[in-house]
């Protein structure tokens, strides 16, 4: 295999109101099982913090879908989006996920979000 061959990609789109909701609903609760402690201060620390929330959800979905990683064990706090200093992101993977990530022999995790006030998207490339 050469070296940055794709190996698996995953997308999500989310409303950012479906995110909003679950807030509103479970509170601390919520945002403790899905984001890391590092995401949660990001996020609330911003006037915007729902739409950050809603693509780091969307992130870690299209990990999940990359990684195909559904009922293996991997926790959401296991995938971690963590900004980069020129503005883009970095993906860390921890526990579970690193150990899926291994096995299927992926060097790097590619991420792109984006979206608006009512929409959060995210791109994932996994290459070797």
């Not at 479906?18 to 402690?37: D, K, Y």
Request: charged share 25%; net charge neutral.
């Amino acid at each position: 295999m050469k070296d940055g061959q794709i190996v698996a990609v995953g997308t999500e789109l989310v409303q950012c109101v479906r995110i909003a909701e679950m807030i509103r609903r479970h509170g601390e609760q919520f945002l403790e099982r899905v984001f890391t402690m590092e995401e949660i201060e990001l996020c609330t620390d911003h006037s915007d913090s729902t739409t950050l929330f809603a693509r780091r959800w969307a992130a870690k979905q299209a990990i999940f879908k990359a990684l195909r990683c559904r009922n293996r064990g991997v926790r959401w706090t296991d995938i971690e989006v963590v900004p980069q200093s020129d503005g883009g992101f970095h993906v860390q993977l921890h526990h579970m996920a690193d150990a899926i990530a291994r096995e299927r022999n992926v060097q790097t995790c590619h991420l792109d979000m984006g979206g608006c006030r009512t929409q959060a998207i995210a791109l994932v490339v996994l290459t070797h």
